[in-house]
């Protein structure tokens, strides 16, 4: 008998499922700018209001702090930050006092229940924090991707610890989210720029003559005041306009988070905030990645959808107190599911890729923001995958090789768990693939907001037993767990 007819009769890998499970929360509830659809109908609220007593403005703006003081500890901020946002749609909101600018605030003012919908497709690593635990024991930190009102994706995270006996303790969850700042990018690095700018198509003969007034790394105000002086002085009209609409664009797609020092990671929330995200960011794949020299960076990719179009990005922070999110570049950036490798590999950052959206892709390149080439990987081969496959998440490095967890979808497009390991050397070559899936959604488990689904971004390695945090139905997110020796036996054998 062939040793691929055995193989299709042994006993899929049985995963054990923990009794920890994740589920939306719809108090979890952030502020947004509120736009009532017009200038018109924004400047009747602000003559509305402006024709109120000043006893009534303060009763009104009290009941505002009674209600929603408790919701968002920098209420106040908000609403200040909200009235300067309609003063500047409008022109001018004329000269107001402190509390009609506060109560003005709040009428453009909207909560928005990021989890309200879903709360799925997970990912796990090792936390920055280890210290204080118990022998055997590991923090982790765990991002999800959490739907709105409108389909609207942005990514959360939870923290908690695997003890030694295999226990799951999901931290409490605070009912606040943090204030975030959102900033452009501090300081950008010219040479990166540049390249972005000829990736994208920006008019040669005026990128080269902005990126010529600039230093080797400048600001958001540098790059403006040369803008104002070159394409108002020393460009024709078409092609000034042209070139400002494509170098604001990535200068603005190109930015950074920053929490409040004393914010706990799961406080964060990466909500939309540029035109290439205004439908979501969906399905961060997070990694903790250890360069040459023993620094970490975590670094997750994930996918902005703007209602038309995927563009793949990528969030970087060493400290999850200042977050960095930039868009992927290079001719093989492309679809969904690119997931990074740990560290690299032969001098190259390494990853993996669903460019064509059907089968598995390996891609090197010497910058992790560009990716020019791509090799074919895999594609389907077994009947539970025969319409794609793709990665769940960055490789998981052991001695025989990296563990890469697949998904496969199937029959009635359910999508099921699988794996595969890749030579640790030359990730190209593939030493092995299990014929039968991992996990595959249940009867309980196959209704949901999307149905027949068992998914994950990222699973995490931690003593000898490989944790796989997965959603299913794109509802509940629960854990299973899997002996990596008895995994890497049915890989290899």
């Known amino acids: 008998m062939s040793a691929a007819k055995k193989s299709s009769r042994r006993k899929p890998l049985a995963v054990k499922r923990l009794p920890v499970t994740f589920a939306s929360d719809n108090r979890r509830v952030i502020t947004r700018f509120f736009d009532p659809g017009s200038k018109g109908r924004m400047q009747n609220i602000v003559e509305r209001i402006a024709r109120l007593e000043d006893e009534e403005v303060a009763r009104l703006l009290d009941e505002v702090f009674q209600r929603f003081r408790t919701r968002h500890s920098n209420i106040v901020s908000v609403l200040e930050q909200n009235f300067r946002n309609a003063a500047a749609l409008l022109g001018d909101a004329g000269d107001v006092d402190l509390n009609r600018r506060l109560l003005l605030g709040s009428y453009f003012t909207m909560e928005y229940s990021i989890e309200s919908a879903a709360l799925f497709n997970p990912s796990i690593v090792p936390h920055l924090n280890q210290h204080d635990l118990p022998d055997g024991a590991v923090r982790?930190?765990?991002?999800?991707?959490?739907?709105?009102?409108?389909?609207?994706?942005?990514?959360?995270?939870?923290?908690?610890?695997?003890?030694?006996d295999q226990r799951i303790q999901v931290d409490p969850l605070s009912r606040h989210t943090s204030p975030i700042s959102v900033l452009p990018d501090k300081q950008f690095d010219k040479?990166?720029?540049?390249?972005?700018?000829?990736?994208?198509?920006?008019?040669?003969?005026?990128a080269d003559l902005v990126m010529s007034r600039l230093p080797r790394m400048f600001t958001m105000t540098e790059l403006e005041q040369v803008m104002i002086s070159v394409c108002d002085r020393e460009l024709d009209p078409a092609c000034a306009a042209d070139a400002s609409e494509g170098i604001r664009w990535l200068?603005?797609?190109?930015?950074?988070?920053?929490?409040?020092?004393?914010?706990?990671?799961?406080?964060?929330?990466?909500?939309?905030?540029?035109?290439?995200?205004?439908?979501?960011?969906?399905?961060?794949?997070?990694?903790?990645?250890?360069?040459?020299?023993?620094?970490?960076?975590?670094?997750?990719?994930?996918?902005?959808?703007?209602?038309?179009?995927?563009?793949?990005?990528?969030?970087?922070?060493?400290?999850f107190q200042t977050i960095g999110v930039h868009t992927l570049?290079?001719?093989?950036?492309?679809?969904?599911?690119?997931?990074?490798?740990?560290?690299?590999?032969?001098?190259?950052?390494?990853?993996?890729?669903?460019?064509?959206?059907?089968?598995?892709?390996?891609?090197r390149s010497d910058n992790v923001h560009f990716w020019e080439t791509a090799d074919l990987l895999q594609t389907p081969k077994q009947p539970w995958e025969f319409v794609q496959i793709g990665n769940c998440g960055s490789p998981l490095e052991t001695s025989e090789g990296w563990i890469l967890l697949t998904h496969g979808v199937g029959p009635m497009r359910t999508y099921c768990i699988g794996a595969m390991l890749?030579?640790?050397?030359?990730?190209?070559?593939?030493?092995?693939?299990?014929?039968?899936?991992?996990?595959?959604?249940?009867?309980?488990?196959?209704?949901?907001?999307?149905?027949?689904?068992?998914?994950?971004?990222?699973?995490?390695?931690?003593?000898d037993q490989l944790y796989i945090p997965f959603a299913t139905s794109d509802t509940t997110t629960r854990f299973g767990m899997v002996s990596v020796e008895r995994l890497l036996d049915r890989l290899t054998s």
């Open 140 to 164: 982790f930190i765990m991002s999800l991707r959490a739907t709105g009102e409108g389909h609207v994706s942005s990514i959360v995270f939870r923290t908690g610890i695997i003890y030694s």
């Open 329 to 363: 570049n290079g001719a093989k950036a492309l679809n969904k599911g690119l997931a990074l490798f740990p560290r690299k590999i032969d001098g190259n950052y390494v990853m993996c890729s669903r460019i064509d959206g059907e089968n598995l892709y390996i891609m």
């Open 251 to 319: 200068a603005k797609s190109n930015y950074q988070l920053k929490l409040p020092a004393d914010a706990e990671a799961s406080e964060l929330v990466i909500f939309p905030q540029t035109i290439n995200e205004s439908r979501g960011m969906e399905d961060l794949r997070l990694v903790r990645f250890v360069h040459d020299d023993g620094a970490v960076t975590y670094f997750g990719t994930c996918t902005a959808y703007d209602g038309f179009r995927t563009l793949p990005e990528m969030i970087e922070t060493s400290d």
């Open 191 to 206: 040479e990166l720029f540049a390249r972005k700018l000829r990736e994208i198509r920006v008019p040669q003969e005026a």
């Open 422 to 463: 890749l030579d640790r050397d030359d990730p190209q070559r593939i030493i092995g693939a299990l014929d039968e899936p991992l996990i595959v959604p249940t009867e309980k488990e196959r209704d949901g907001y999307v149905p027949n689904v068992a998914y994950t971004c990222g699973a995490m390695i931690h003593s």
